[in-house]
């Protein structure tokens, strides 16, 4: 029952959409369909293996079909000679994802918005460019769900706990489905699983970290150990330093884990979020006050373009499970249809273009629209 | 005549030995009726088998695609070639040779790394200091990656190696390595440690039945009577024959031997004249024969046996089973 849709046959509903977002000054652009694979395995992990179109030069360098165009357009702009300027673009065409029994050829429209220091103002125009495309194919009054990874990033960094936990919480954060049982599992990990050297670690712990440093990597020297596997002496030894902290306190403390449920469990429209955040900070004295800030300022942007506040789903949980998130995520979804995915999704990733080389950081926030969804053709996720 | 019954084995190396040992204990004799180097043979004295030579990878890529009936081969290339397992080839048996397993190991010097859950935070720790994730040698990309995502562990990237896996970390090609290993002594030589729960899998050469191929009556007769012959086999190599005649020898004495030493008696039980057979596990047999002459045996016999035939067949029905 599903057609493919082809860039060949040129979708005039699209094509309207895409204009508009050229008249709002972003630049159309279409990159390759065939590029290097190298930057997507690195930058979404090489689950995405199983779901990219895979294929080889001459001289054995991995291509692949683009699963997407963040990456494509995000390369181009750093190629050029605008890189590091305020730019933005958006683009029509398709991506490729092995998707078992669907159709694998995907037609998006989208936006990228790179190098805008004000963050959240760019964060509103995505949303409410986003809320344009649903209203051109007729949906009026998408679900919108909205999450800010920036929040969960804040909070760990403000807790008083061992780098390594730290690394962990952020990590999982993008990666599991539930983070209450996510801590379960670390909690109980980390007790059953004490390390081999205990009581060196412990004896360690109290002592002067500068020393302890410079023991365990003069024992190593000793070995003729220097760098093994790209991780230096230096490195092993302060990893392994850590694991004293860690072993200090092998489960994450009672009170820190209540805090982080707590802090996860708040959802609502983005005010009512706002004012439980600022009072849960107040009562644990959390200093992220940068974050609430942006967050805020973020909400006041999307009432001035006309964004009704009250209809967004927001929720400090959820963080659409993609590793280059770092900020404010979201994705519209049609309350009438059988779930199948969003009709339009996007967010903030201001670590991307680091990441794909460039000198300084850049902020970078973008969306894509599911054509095939929103003009309600059947894809599916 | 009809189309053969294929078998794939391996085609060099002690795997090659090791699965001619097999098929020879069971009586069916691979031969070469071309010449040495012919990589199509037969099986002597079972005409409408064709025995296909192939590399182990190979045969894995031929089960799943169903161009060979049968074939033996690595359990570890089968999980790592074979997406759907279950539902393109049926595991009849281990065969209890070419046991290797699958580890994930790291450098010795890693003091800070012993489980899993150590090396997901030293892979995160490794991005966040290095820009670059960490690498990974291996030739077994699927099941490092299932495995990898089952514990959580996402910042990585596999640099596929076809050979010498275990030099990467030393020659800086990677961090760390999953392979296979037999005894471990490879990976000490060269530095390396397997990390605690790292073991993927623990693999054995395994005969294997490729369900996409076809298995019409002619091929499904030809391939009874191999496992027939290779269950009798197994079945003899499993026990000793034991025989003995003495006065003593009656129905309770019988009944404490099957209690004590798991024997079974193949023809029933004594005769008159006290004359019993009986199938007893190798590591028994002493005791069982100390036993016996405690009760009055004069001269008890032990032999082993080639070929136990019973009216079941536990490999074809298991083959039958899951196709």
New interface residues.
């Given amino acids: 029952m599903t057609t493919a849709t082809t860039a060949l046959q040129p979708d005039t509903r699209a094509e309207t959409l895409v204009g508009a977002y050229e008249r709002a000054g972003y630049r159309r652009v279409a990159p390759p369909i065939l590029q290097p694979a190298e930057p997507f395995l690195d930058l979404s992990g090489e689950d995405i293996r199983k779901r990219i179109y895979l294929t080889a030069d001459a001289d054995g360098r991995e291509l692949c079909l683009r699963p997407d165009l963040t990456i494509p357009v995000s390369r181009d702009y750093l190629a050029s000679p605008a890189a590091g300027s305020s730019q933005g673009f958006c683009y029509l065409g398709p991506v490729y994802r092995d998707r078992g029994v669907l159709p694998a050829e995907i037609v998006q429209a989208g936006i990228e918005s790179f190098g805008r220091s004000d963050k959240a103002a760019a964060d509103a125009e995505m949303l409410a460019l986003g809320l344009d495309a649903t209203a051109h194919y007729g949906i009026a009054e998408p679900e919108i769900r909205m999450g800010d990874v920036g929040l969960f990033a804040s909070l760990v960094a403000a807790l008083d706990l061992a780098p390594a936990w730290k690394r962990r919480l952020v990590k999982d954060f993008n990666r599991k489905t539930s983070l209450a049982h996510d801590l379960d599992v670390l909690t109980l990990h980390t007790a059953q699983n004490k390390p081999e050297y205990q009581g060196v670690l412990a004896a360690l712990e109290r002592s002067d970290p500068k020393a302890a440093h410079a023991l365990v990597t003069d024992l190593l020297s000793i070995a003729g150990i220097n760098t093994v596997g790209g991780r230096t002496v230096g490195e092993i030894a302060e990893r392994f330093l850590e694991q004293a902290a860690l072993g200090a306190a092998t489960t994450l403390p009672r009170e820190t884990r209540s805090l982080i449920e707590k802090f996860l469990a708040i959802a609502g429209d983005p005010d009512e979020a706002a004012a439980e955040l600022r009072a849960l900070a107040a009562s644990a004295g959390l200093k992220i006050e940068s974050a609430l800030d942006l967050f805020e300022s973020r909400a006041g942007f999307l009432a001035a373009r006309g964004v009704d506040v009250s209809r967004i789903r927001f929720s400090t949980a959820y963080g659409r499970g993609l590793d280059y998130y770092t900020g404010f995520v979201f994705e519209l979804h049609d309350p009438s249809a059988a779930p199948n995915g969003p009709l339009v999704a996007g967010g903030r990733y201001d670590e991307l273009l680091g990441r794909l080389g460039a000198k300084s950081p850049i902020p970078a926030v973008g969306f894509a629209v599911w054509i095939e969804r929103v003009a309600g053709g059947g894809g599916q996720s | 005549m009809s189309a053969p019954l294929i078998v794939a084995v391996p085609s060099k190396g002690r795997l090659q030995e090791n699965t001619e040992a097999f098929f020879g204990r069971a009586g069916l004799q691979l031969v070469k009726p071309r010449g040495a180097r012919d990589y199509r043979g037969a099986m002597a004295d079972l005409p409408g088998v064709e025995v296909a030579y192939l590399s182990a990878g190979e045969i894995a890529d031929a089960l799943a695609q169903g161009t060979v009936h049968l074939g033996i081969t690595g359990e570890d290339l089968l999980r790592e070639t074979i997406a759907d397992m279950a539902k393109r080839v049926v595991v009849i048996e281990g065969l209890g040779f070419g046991f290797a397993n699958v580890v994930v190991a790291?450098?010795q010097?890693?003091?800070?790394v012993?489980?899993m859950?150590d090396l997901?935070?030293?892979a995160?720790?490794?991005r966040?200091?290095?820009?670059?994730?960490?690498?990974v040698a291996t030739k077994y990309?699927n099941l490092?990656?299932d495995f990898?995502?089952r514990f959580?562990i996402?910042?990585?990237?596999?640099v596929e190696s076809s050979g010498a896996t275990e030099g990467a970390?030393?020659a800086?090609s990677?961090?760390?390595i999953v392979d296979i290993t037999t005894t471990g002594s490879t990976l000490a030589a060269n530095?390396l440690k397997i990390v605690?729960e790292g073991t993927i899998l623990r693999s054995q050469a395994s005969l294997v039945a490729a369900r996409g191929a076809a298995w019409g009556d002619a091929e499904r007769e030809i391939a009874r009577r191999i496992l027939d012959r290779i269950a009798a086999q197994a079945r003899a190599r499993a026990c000793r024959e034991v025989r003995t005649r003495f006065p003593g020898c009656d129905e309770a004495m019988l009944s404490q031997a099957k209690e004590r030493f798991g024997v079974v008696a193949p023809f029933g039980g004594p005769t008159s004249s006290g004359m019993l057979t009986l199938h007893c596990p190798p590591a028994a047999v002493y005791d069982l024969a100390s036993f016996m002459r405690e009760r009055g045996a004069q001269s008890i016999v032990v032999a082993a046996i080639d070929y136990v035939f019973a009216p079941d067949n536990p490999l074809y029905a298991r083959l039958i089973a899951g196709l």
């Fill in positions: 790291v450098p010097a890693w003091i800070d012993r489980s859950a997901d935070d030293v995160t720790a490794f966040l200091r290095h820009d670059r994730k960490m690498r990309v490092t990656r990898f995502s959580g996402v910042d990585y990237r596999i970390p030393a800086g990677a961090e760390l530095g605690d």
